[in-house]
Structure formats: structure tokens, C-alpha cells
């Protein structure tokens, strides 16, 4: 019979995450979910969830996108996008007219529907931005917005 000790098991009574908060990828994550709970909360109301809104607003300041230009945009993949923009139909938002230059392409335009639930989304996104960077000057915002697109435009550029 041993009369050794138990190996004493270690307990964490403060949580260390410095590691983690070291990492862009973790900090730009953490943020996106904090204003992903609160787009989607706010979006509801139109049946919204970012992709369709991206998607949406690159129609509603591009009229006669094509889809392959979407795709392009947001790294999106060709079958993924059709049938949002079947959604898109169905509910009267889009319609698709011939490209005026293209015989073979699509352009993607908004009907009175989407623009009226646009001008209503975009607003709301606007106030929902002003939310949640309220903690962040006006300059601070900018910077932000201005080092996280050098992150994924780089990559793009690179890929």
C-alpha cells in the first residue's frame, strides 16, 4: 500500500485569455459576433441576414450588377447566390434584366419593394453602427474600418 499523496489538481480561479486577445483573428472575431447579434436582432424586421443585406446593397449602389460581379465582391460561390436571388425574386425585391452590353449576362436591379426595404435596412445599419462604435471616436471608427480592410484586401490581392 502506497502512502504517497494525491497529485494536487489544478483549478483556474481567473481565466487568462491574454494569448488569445494577442491575435487579430480572435479579437476581429469576437467583435464581428458582437455586431452580428445585433444586426441580426435589428434585421429580423425585414427578414434579413447580413449575406442578403451585402448582397442587397451591392444591388441597390450597383443597378445592373451581374451576379458573377457579386460573387466576385464577396467571395461567394456561384450556386450559393442563386438561389438568394431566386429569394430575392419571389419576395419582389430583384428582377433581373438583359445586361446592356453582355447578351449572355443578367443585370441584377431592385423593384420599388427592395428599394423601400433598403433605404429602411440601410438606416437602420447606419444607427446600429453608431451603436455598437460608440465606445470609438469618429476617428478611431475610421481608423478601424480603414486597418481591418487592409487585412482582407491584402488577402484578396494576394490569394
Not at 34 to 47: C, P, Q, T, W
Not at 72 to 87: A, D, E, H, Q
Not at 106 to 127: C, P, Q, S, V, W
Request: aromatic letters at 4%.
Amino acid at each position: 500500500m502506497s502512502t504517497r499523496k494525491p497529485a494536487a489538481v489544478p483549478s483556474v480561479e481567473e481565466v487568462d485569455t491574454s494569448y488569445l486577445e494577442s491575435l487579430i483573428g480572435y479579437n476581429a472575431r469576437r467583435a464581428a459576433l458582437s455586431v452580428i447579434e445585433v444586426f441580426l436582432d435589428r434585421m429580423a424586421v425585414y427578414g434579413l441576414r447580413p449575406v442578403d443585406f451585402s448582397v442587397l446593397s451591392l444591388i441597390t449602389h450597383n443597378p445592373g450588377i451581374t451576379s458573377r460581379q457579386l460573387c466576385t465582391t464577396l467571395g461567394m460561390l456561384p450556386p450559393n447566390l442563386v438561389g438568394m436571388i431566386n429569394n430575392f425574386e419571389k419576395r419582389d425585391l430583384v428582377m433581373r434584366k438583359p445586361h446592356p452590353r453582355d447578351g449572355r449576362a443578367m443585370g441584377l436591379h431592385l423593384t420599388a419593394a427592395g428599394h423601400k426595404l433598403m433605404r429602411d435596412a440601410e438606416r437602420t445599419a447606419a444607427e446600429l453602427e453608431r451603436d455598437v462604435g460608440a465606445r470609438l471616436s469618429a476617428a478611431e471608427n475610421k481608423t478601424l474600418i480603414r486597418l481591418l480592410q487592409k487585412i482582407y484586401l491584402h488577402r484578396t490581392e494576394t490569394a
